[in-house]
């Protein structure tokens, strides 16, 4: 298997400049280095929180039906 150049390179970022134009690779490349940055920011506050709260789901008997009733008393 062949190994890419630097010359290799160097065409295939002329043409894709060619082809996309300079304005659009600057604001693709905006946008995916804020992503980066917005993602590391949410594992970095995740991380600070320690381990994430896990919400349990109530216990089946406390779970009713919109027209169920509970009862008033067990037997």
């Known amino acids: 298997m062949g190994g890419l150049s630097i010359w290799h390179w160097l065409i295939v970022l002329a043409i894709v400049a060619l082809v996309f134009g300079t304005k659009r690779l600057r604001n693709i490349g905006e946008d995916v280095g804020a992503a980066i940055k917005s993602f590391r920011k949410g594992m970095q506050d ?30």
């Open 46 to 75: 995740g991380d600070a929180d320690g381990q994430p709260q896990l919400k349990a789901d109530p216990p089946p008997a406390a779970q009713t039906t919109a027209g169920e009733r509970k009862p008033d008393h067990v037997e």
